[in-house]
Protein backbone atom coordinates (compact mmCIF):
# COMPACT_ATOMS: atom_id res chain seq x y z
CA UNK A 1 0.00 0.00 0.00
CA UNK A 2 1.57 3.49 -0.91
CA UNK A 3 1.91 5.72 1.86
CA UNK A 4 0.65 9.54 1.93
CA UNK A 5 3.50 11.09 3.16
CA UNK A 6 5.50 9.48 0.17
CA UNK A 7 3.03 10.73 -2.21
CA UNK A 8 2.38 14.55 -0.35
CA UNK A 9 6.83 14.43 -0.43
CA UNK A 10 6.72 13.78 -4.26
CA UNK A 11 4.04 15.98 -5.24
CA UNK A 12 6.38 19.14 -3.68
CA UNK A 13 9.09 18.05 -5.02
CA UNK A 14 7.09 18.06 -8.08
CA UNK A 15 5.98 21.39 -7.38
CA UNK A 16 9.58 22.77 -6.36
CA UNK A 17 11.06 21.76 -9.91
CA UNK A 18 8.54 23.11 -11.27
CA UNK A 19 8.64 26.43 -9.63
CA UNK A 20 12.59 26.42 -10.19
CA UNK A 21 11.83 25.80 -13.60
CA UNK A 22 9.35 28.56 -13.84
CA UNK A 23 11.93 31.41 -12.52
CA UNK A 24 14.46 30.35 -14.77
CA UNK A 25 12.31 30.58 -17.99
CA UNK A 26 10.86 33.47 -16.13
CA UNK A 27 14.56 35.07 -15.70
CA UNK A 28 15.48 34.68 -18.99
CA UNK A 29 12.31 36.69 -20.55
CA UNK A 30 12.95 40.28 -22.18
CA UNK A 31 10.76 41.61 -18.80
CA UNK A 32 13.40 40.17 -16.75
CA UNK A 33 16.55 41.10 -18.44
CA UNK A 34 15.52 44.95 -18.50
CA UNK A 35 14.97 44.86 -14.34
CA UNK A 36 18.61 43.42 -14.41
CA UNK A 37 20.30 45.60 -17.19
CA UNK A 38 18.19 48.70 -15.55
CA UNK A 39 20.82 51.79 -14.69
CA UNK A 40 22.15 52.29 -11.16
CA UNK A 41 22.75 56.20 -12.13
CA UNK A 42 22.01 58.25 -15.58
CA UNK A 43 23.85 61.47 -16.48
CA UNK A 44 22.43 63.86 -19.14
CA UNK A 45 22.70 67.05 -20.63
CA UNK A 46 20.62 70.12 -19.80
CA UNK A 47 17.42 69.80 -21.99
CA UNK A 48 18.34 66.68 -23.99
CA UNK A 49 15.95 63.54 -24.93
CA UNK A 50 16.65 60.66 -22.75
CA UNK A 51 15.94 56.80 -24.13
CA UNK A 52 16.16 54.25 -20.97
CA UNK A 53 15.73 50.96 -23.04
CA UNK A 54 12.49 49.10 -21.32
CA UNK A 55 10.36 46.29 -21.85
CA UNK A 56 6.63 46.96 -23.04
CA UNK A 57 5.27 44.10 -21.00
CA UNK A 58 6.28 45.21 -17.90
CA UNK A 59 4.24 48.61 -17.71
CA UNK A 60 5.66 51.05 -15.39
CA UNK A 61 4.53 54.73 -13.41
CA UNK A 62 7.28 57.28 -13.34
CA UNK A 63 7.71 60.35 -11.01
CA UNK A 64 10.33 62.80 -9.94
CA UNK A 65 8.34 62.88 -6.47
CA UNK A 66 6.67 66.26 -7.32
CA UNK A 67 5.31 65.93 -10.43
CA UNK A 68 1.92 63.93 -11.40
CA UNK A 69 2.60 60.20 -12.44
CA UNK A 70 2.89 58.94 -15.73
CA UNK A 71 1.67 55.57 -16.85
CA UNK A 72 4.15 54.21 -19.26
CA UNK A 73 2.94 50.90 -21.29
CA UNK A 74 3.27 49.91 -25.06
CA UNK A 75 6.71 51.20 -25.34
CA UNK A 76 10.16 50.00 -25.65
CA UNK A 77 11.99 52.97 -23.95
CA UNK A 78 11.07 55.52 -21.07
CA UNK A 79 11.69 58.56 -23.45
CA UNK A 80 11.90 62.11 -21.29
CA UNK A 81 13.40 65.45 -21.46
CA UNK A 82 16.46 66.62 -19.18
CA UNK A 83 15.29 69.63 -17.26
CA UNK A 84 17.37 72.40 -16.52
CA UNK A 85 21.10 71.46 -14.37
CA UNK A 86 20.89 69.87 -11.05
CA UNK A 87 20.17 66.51 -9.43
CA UNK A 88 17.04 64.80 -9.87
CA UNK A 89 15.65 61.56 -8.51
CA UNK A 90 12.61 59.47 -11.17
CA UNK A 91 10.20 56.96 -8.88
CA UNK A 92 9.27 53.66 -10.98
CA UNK A 93 6.06 51.88 -9.38
CA UNK A 94 6.06 48.70 -11.24
CA UNK A 95 2.48 48.00 -12.79
CA UNK A 96 1.52 51.76 -11.98
CA UNK A 97 1.61 50.23 -8.12
CA UNK A 98 4.17 48.20 -6.57
CA UNK A 99 7.16 50.78 -5.46
CA UNK A 100 9.94 49.78 -7.16
CA UNK A 101 13.52 51.42 -7.28
CA UNK A 102 14.62 55.41 -7.71
CA UNK A 103 16.74 56.34 -10.46
CA UNK A 104 19.12 59.45 -9.72
CA UNK A 105 19.92 61.38 -12.55
CA UNK A 106 22.68 64.06 -12.84
CA UNK A 107 21.88 66.76 -15.48
CA UNK A 108 24.95 69.01 -16.60
CA UNK A 109 25.22 71.57 -19.33
CA UNK A 110 26.60 70.33 -22.60
CA UNK A 111 29.99 69.78 -22.85
CA UNK A 112 32.48 71.58 -25.72
CA UNK A 113 35.34 70.43 -27.54
CA UNK A 114 37.19 70.74 -30.20
CA UNK A 115 37.57 67.42 -32.69
CA UNK A 116 41.15 66.37 -33.61
CA UNK A 117 41.91 63.73 -36.45
CA UNK A 118 45.49 64.57 -36.45
CA UNK A 119 47.89 62.67 -36.41
CA UNK A 120 50.13 62.32 -33.40
CA UNK A 121 53.46 60.65 -32.80
CA UNK A 122 53.88 59.27 -28.91
CA UNK A 123 57.15 59.40 -27.43
CA UNK A 124 57.18 57.49 -23.54
CA UNK A 125 58.84 56.37 -20.81
CA UNK A 126 57.49 53.80 -19.14
CA UNK A 127 56.72 53.22 -14.90
CA UNK A 128 59.36 50.52 -15.21
CA UNK A 129 61.33 48.59 -17.12
CA UNK A 130 59.55 45.93 -20.10
CA UNK A 131 61.04 42.86 -20.54
CA UNK A 132 61.93 42.17 -24.08
CA UNK A 133 63.63 38.76 -24.08
CA UNK A 134 65.63 36.38 -21.57
CA UNK A 135 69.10 35.44 -23.04
CA UNK A 136 71.39 33.02 -21.54
CA UNK A 137 74.86 34.35 -20.06
CA UNK A 138 77.93 32.17 -20.82
CA UNK A 139 79.97 31.81 -17.40
CA UNK A 140 82.84 29.38 -17.55
CA UNK A 141 82.32 26.27 -18.70
CA UNK A 142 78.71 26.87 -18.42
CA UNK A 143 75.72 28.87 -19.85
CA UNK A 144 73.35 29.92 -17.67
CA UNK A 145 69.80 31.81 -17.48
CA UNK A 146 69.75 33.58 -14.07
CA UNK A 147 66.88 35.37 -14.72
CA UNK A 148 64.38 33.03 -16.42
CA UNK A 149 65.25 30.39 -13.05
CA UNK A 150 64.01 33.14 -11.05
CA UNK A 151 61.18 33.56 -12.61
CA UNK A 152 61.29 36.25 -14.57
CA UNK A 153 59.22 36.13 -18.42
CA UNK A 154 59.32 37.79 -21.72
CA UNK A 155 56.80 40.89 -21.09
CA UNK A 156 57.22 41.27 -17.15
CA UNK A 157 57.74 45.06 -16.20
CA UNK A 158 60.25 45.20 -13.48
CA UNK A 159 59.09 48.21 -11.00
CA UNK A 160 61.67 47.85 -8.77
CA UNK A 161 65.88 46.85 -8.22
CA UNK A 162 66.79 46.33 -4.84
CA UNK A 163 63.83 48.77 -3.62
CA UNK A 164 64.03 51.19 -5.73
CA UNK A 165 61.76 52.73 -8.56
CA UNK A 166 63.03 51.14 -11.86
CA UNK A 167 63.30 54.40 -14.06
CA UNK A 168 66.10 53.57 -16.42
CA UNK A 169 67.73 51.13 -18.20
CA UNK A 170 71.35 52.18 -16.65
CA UNK A 171 69.72 51.96 -12.85
CA UNK A 172 69.64 48.14 -13.50
CA UNK A 173 73.12 47.91 -15.20
CA UNK A 174 74.45 49.64 -12.01
CA UNK A 175 72.75 47.28 -9.69
CA UNK A 176 73.29 44.07 -11.24
CA UNK A 177 77.28 45.38 -11.80
CA UNK A 178 77.13 46.39 -7.83
CA UNK A 179 75.34 43.08 -6.67
CA UNK A 180 77.69 41.19 -8.46
CA UNK A 181 80.93 42.46 -7.29
CA UNK A 182 79.63 42.00 -4.12
CA UNK A 183 78.00 38.32 -4.93
CA UNK A 184 74.95 39.46 -3.74
CA UNK A 185 71.12 38.70 -5.29
CA UNK A 186 69.54 41.24 -6.78
CA UNK A 187 65.96 41.54 -5.69
CA UNK A 188 63.71 42.80 -8.41
CA UNK A 189 60.11 43.55 -7.98
CA UNK A 190 58.03 42.36 -11.11
CA UNK A 191 54.52 42.65 -12.40
CA UNK A 192 53.22 40.03 -14.83
CA UNK A 193 50.33 39.28 -16.44
CA UNK A 194 48.06 39.02 -13.25
CA UNK A 195 49.97 39.58 -10.70
CA UNK A 196 53.23 41.43 -9.26
CA UNK A 197 56.04 39.70 -7.23
CA UNK A 198 59.37 39.13 -5.70
CA UNK A 199 62.61 37.99 -8.09
CA UNK A 200 65.89 37.12 -6.68
CA UNK A 201 68.68 36.66 -9.25
CA UNK A 202 71.87 36.11 -8.81
CA UNK A 203 74.01 37.55 -11.35
CA UNK A 204 76.45 35.94 -13.21
CA UNK A 205 80.27 36.98 -14.63
CA UNK A 206 80.30 36.63 -18.55
CA UNK A 207 83.33 35.69 -20.08
CA UNK A 208 82.59 37.20 -23.31
CA UNK A 209 81.44 40.61 -22.24
CA UNK A 210 83.52 41.05 -19.36
CA UNK A 211 80.73 42.36 -16.78
CA UNK A 212 78.11 41.00 -14.65
CA UNK A 213 74.47 39.84 -15.73
CA UNK A 214 71.36 38.18 -15.41
CA UNK A 215 70.27 37.13 -18.94
CA UNK A 216 68.00 39.80 -19.40
CA UNK A 217 66.82 42.46 -22.23
CA UNK A 218 64.56 45.76 -21.24
CA UNK A 219 63.35 48.86 -22.74
CA UNK A 220 62.29 52.09 -20.67
CA UNK A 221 60.48 53.75 -23.49
CA UNK A 222 57.56 53.28 -26.38
CA UNK A 223 56.32 54.93 -28.89
CA UNK A 224 53.67 54.75 -31.61
CA UNK A 225 51.56 57.05 -33.93
CA UNK A 226 47.36 57.19 -33.50
CA UNK A 227 44.93 59.93 -33.56
CA UNK A 228 44.32 62.95 -31.88
CA UNK A 229 40.23 62.55 -31.11
CA UNK A 230 39.61 65.56 -29.43
CA UNK A 231 41.01 68.73 -26.79
CA UNK A 232 39.24 71.38 -24.51
CA UNK A 233 39.65 74.89 -25.92
CA UNK A 234 40.21 76.40 -23.08
CA UNK A 235 42.54 74.48 -20.97
CA UNK A 236 44.17 72.39 -24.02
CA UNK A 237 43.59 69.21 -22.35
CA UNK A 238 43.42 66.30 -25.03
CA UNK A 239 42.69 62.61 -25.22
CA UNK A 240 44.21 60.29 -28.27
CA UNK A 241 44.16 56.49 -29.50
CA UNK A 242 40.88 55.50 -28.22
CA UNK A 243 42.05 52.23 -26.52
CA UNK A 244 45.11 51.46 -24.39
CA UNK A 245 48.91 52.27 -25.45
CA UNK A 246 50.58 49.05 -25.42
CA UNK A 247 54.32 47.69 -25.57
CA UNK A 248 54.11 46.41 -28.89
CA UNK A 249 55.53 43.27 -27.63
CA UNK A 250 53.22 41.57 -25.47
CA UNK A 251 50.22 44.09 -26.46
CA UNK A 252 49.88 44.64 -22.95
CA UNK A 253 49.02 48.25 -21.48
CA UNK A 254 52.05 50.42 -20.31
CA UNK A 255 52.01 52.73 -17.22
CA UNK A 256 53.63 55.97 -18.31
CA UNK A 257 56.21 58.07 -16.48
CA UNK A 258 56.54 61.18 -18.95
CA UNK A 259 56.18 61.75 -22.02
CA UNK A 260 55.64 63.69 -25.23
CA UNK A 261 52.89 63.90 -28.22
CA UNK A 262 54.04 65.59 -31.44
CA UNK A 263 52.86 65.97 -35.15
CA UNK A 264 53.11 62.79 -37.30
CA UNK A 265 53.23 62.51 -41.14
CA UNK A 266 51.39 60.08 -43.25
CA UNK A 267 53.97 58.99 -45.97
CA UNK A 268 52.12 55.97 -47.32
CA UNK A 269 49.08 53.71 -46.90
CA UNK A 270 49.02 50.25 -46.58
CA UNK A 271 45.49 48.73 -47.52
CA UNK A 272 43.37 45.91 -45.56
CA UNK A 273 42.59 42.99 -46.85
CA UNK A 274 40.32 40.49 -45.61
CA UNK A 275 43.19 38.60 -43.98
CA UNK A 276 45.47 41.23 -42.80
CA UNK A 277 44.79 44.71 -41.32
CA UNK A 278 46.10 47.49 -43.31
CA UNK A 279 47.99 50.48 -41.89
CA UNK A 280 49.24 53.77 -41.86
CA UNK A 281 52.78 54.72 -42.74
CA UNK A 282 53.77 57.60 -40.66
CA UNK A 283 57.07 59.95 -39.69
CA UNK A 284 57.51 62.29 -37.04
CA UNK A 285 57.27 65.81 -38.45
CA UNK A 286 58.18 67.72 -35.15
CA UNK A 287 56.12 70.47 -32.77
CA UNK A 288 54.77 72.41 -35.43
CA UNK A 289 51.07 71.16 -35.68
CA UNK A 290 50.95 69.14 -32.57
CA UNK A 291 53.34 69.29 -29.01
CA UNK A 292 52.24 68.49 -26.16
CA UNK A 293 52.64 66.51 -22.89
CA UNK A 294 51.49 62.52 -22.15
CA UNK A 295 50.67 62.41 -18.18
CA UNK A 296 48.63 58.91 -18.52
CA UNK A 297 47.33 56.10 -20.34
CA UNK A 298 44.22 54.31 -19.85
CA UNK A 299 41.34 51.97 -21.13
CA UNK A 300 40.75 55.03 -23.93
CA UNK A 301 43.78 55.76 -24.86
CA UNK A 302 46.72 58.71 -23.62
CA UNK A 303 45.39 61.73 -21.78
CA UNK A 304 47.92 65.05 -21.44
CA UNK A 305 47.58 68.82 -22.51
CA UNK A 306 48.73 70.48 -25.88
CA UNK A 307 51.33 73.23 -25.60
CA UNK A 308 48.77 75.02 -28.59
CA UNK A 309 45.89 74.36 -30.78
CA UNK A 310 47.05 72.10 -33.97
CA UNK A 311 47.43 74.24 -36.74
CA UNK A 312 45.35 71.97 -39.24
CA UNK A 313 42.36 70.54 -38.54
CA UNK A 314 38.92 71.59 -37.10
CA UNK A 315 39.02 74.65 -35.17
CA UNK A 316 35.24 74.77 -33.96
CA UNK A 317 34.33 73.57 -30.78
CA UNK A 318 31.06 71.11 -31.03
CA UNK A 319 29.29 69.76 -28.12
CA UNK A 320 30.05 65.87 -27.15
CA UNK A 321 26.93 63.14 -27.10
CA UNK A 322 25.79 61.33 -24.48
CA UNK A 323 25.47 57.61 -25.11
CA UNK A 324 21.86 57.53 -25.63
CA UNK A 325 22.19 60.16 -28.16
CA UNK A 326 24.41 58.54 -30.72
CA UNK A 327 21.62 57.16 -32.99
CA UNK A 328 22.22 54.39 -35.80
CA UNK A 329 22.39 56.23 -39.48
CA UNK A 330 25.01 58.16 -41.20
CA UNK A 331 28.40 59.46 -39.31
CA UNK A 332 31.86 60.98 -40.44
CA UNK A 333 35.20 59.98 -38.76
CA UNK A 334 37.96 62.69 -38.98
CA UNK A 335 41.55 61.34 -40.32
CA UNK A 336 44.69 61.51 -41.88
CA UNK A 337 45.59 59.86 -44.89
CA UNK A 338 48.15 61.46 -46.44
CA UNK A 339 50.34 64.50 -44.40
CA UNK A 340 49.09 66.46 -41.83
CA UNK A 341 45.92 67.34 -42.87
CA UNK A 342 42.41 66.03 -41.50
CA UNK A 343 39.40 65.05 -43.88
CA UNK A 344 35.88 64.50 -43.01
CA UNK A 345 34.94 60.75 -44.55
CA UNK A 346 31.42 59.30 -44.53
CA UNK A 347 30.64 56.25 -42.31
CA UNK A 348 27.34 54.35 -41.29
CA UNK A 349 26.64 53.72 -37.89
CA UNK A 350 24.87 50.62 -37.47
CA UNK A 351 24.61 49.73 -34.25
CA UNK A 352 24.57 51.59 -30.73
CA UNK A 353 25.03 49.66 -27.19
CA UNK A 354 22.92 50.85 -24.22
CA UNK A 355 25.80 51.84 -21.55
CA UNK A 356 25.95 52.81 -18.19
CA UNK A 357 29.37 52.16 -17.31
CA UNK A 358 32.75 52.62 -19.79
CA UNK A 359 33.36 50.38 -22.15
CA UNK A 360 35.61 50.92 -25.47
CA UNK A 361 33.50 49.26 -27.36
CA UNK A 362 30.07 51.41 -27.75
CA UNK A 363 28.93 51.39 -31.22
CA UNK A 364 29.55 49.80 -34.79
CA UNK A 365 29.80 51.42 -37.90
CA UNK A 366 30.71 51.04 -41.81
CA UNK A 367 32.98 52.30 -43.37
CA UNK A 368 30.83 54.23 -46.55
CA UNK A 369 32.68 56.78 -48.25
CA UNK A 370 34.39 55.22 -51.21
CA UNK A 371 37.26 57.49 -51.20
CA UNK A 372 38.21 55.96 -47.78
CA UNK A 373 37.38 52.26 -49.19
CA UNK A 374 39.58 53.00 -52.64
CA UNK A 375 42.59 54.44 -50.55
CA UNK A 376 42.68 52.06 -47.38
CA UNK A 377 39.99 49.37 -47.90
CA UNK A 378 38.14 50.48 -44.26
CA UNK A 379 39.48 50.74 -41.46
CA UNK A 380 43.34 50.77 -40.58
CA UNK A 381 45.88 50.89 -37.49
CA UNK A 382 47.00 54.39 -37.10
CA UNK A 383 43.30 55.39 -37.56
CA UNK A 384 42.42 54.67 -33.73
CA UNK A 385 41.11 57.52 -32.00
CA UNK A 386 39.78 59.31 -35.07
CA UNK A 387 37.44 61.49 -33.80
CA UNK A 388 33.77 60.13 -35.01
CA UNK A 389 30.97 63.06 -35.28
CA UNK A 390 26.96 62.92 -36.07
CA UNK A 391 24.61 65.25 -36.40
CA UNK A 392 27.41 68.09 -35.07
CA UNK A 393 27.86 66.41 -31.77
CA UNK A 394 31.38 64.30 -30.81
CA UNK A 395 29.93 61.08 -30.77
CA UNK A 396 32.51 58.48 -30.69
CA UNK A 397 36.32 57.58 -31.70
CA UNK A 398 37.62 54.55 -33.40
CA UNK A 399 38.81 52.30 -31.39
CA UNK A 400 39.11 48.72 -33.45
CA UNK A 401 38.80 46.92 -36.91
CA UNK A 402 36.74 43.82 -37.61
CA UNK A 403 40.37 41.90 -39.40
CA UNK A 404 37.85 39.42 -41.87
CA UNK A 405 35.59 42.93 -42.59
CA UNK A 406 37.36 45.54 -42.72
CA UNK A 407 34.54 47.93 -43.51
CA UNK A 408 33.59 47.68 -40.12
CA UNK A 409 35.13 49.05 -37.24
CA UNK A 410 34.23 49.95 -33.47
CA UNK A 411 34.50 53.19 -32.01
CA UNK A 412 33.90 53.90 -28.11
CA UNK A 413 31.40 56.54 -26.33
CA UNK A 414 33.49 59.99 -26.48
CA UNK A 415 31.87 60.67 -23.59
CA UNK A 416 33.28 58.05 -21.41
CA UNK A 417 36.78 59.30 -22.81
CA UNK A 418 36.05 62.97 -21.68
CA UNK A 419 34.54 61.45 -18.48
CA UNK A 420 38.47 60.14 -17.19
CA UNK A 421 39.50 61.71 -14.33
CA UNK A 422 42.92 61.69 -15.90
CA UNK A 423 41.47 63.52 -18.93
CA UNK A 424 39.88 66.89 -16.31
CA UNK A 425 42.74 66.79 -14.25
CA UNK A 426 45.42 66.39 -16.42
CA UNK A 427 48.30 68.06 -14.92
CA UNK A 428 50.10 71.17 -16.73
Known amino acids: ?23 IVLGTTAPAQKLLQFPERLQAAEGQDVLVPWSRWLPLSVTTGTGRPVMVTGAAGLDFETPASGHYLLHF ?40 SLSPVRAENRVLEPAAAAGVERGDVITRIDGQPAETVKLLEDRVRQDGAHHQMVHLRVMGARSERERVVQPVWSRRTQRWQIGVDVQDRTSGVGTLTFYNPKTFQYTALGHSMTDGLTRRPVSVRIGRAIGAEIVGVVPATDTQPGQKVGVLAGPNNISGSVSFNGMFGIVGRLDHAPLWGPERPLPIAMPDQVRVGPATIVTVLHGQVPVQYQVEILKTAAQYAPNTKGLLFRVTDPRLLRKTGGVIQGMSGSPIIQNGRVVGAVTHVLISRPTLGFGCYAYWMEQQSSYRQAPA
Open 93 to 132: RLFGWLPWRGLPVDVSKPIYVVPGGESVGVLVRTRGLIVT
Open 1 to 23: MKNPRQGTRALTKLAGAIAALGM
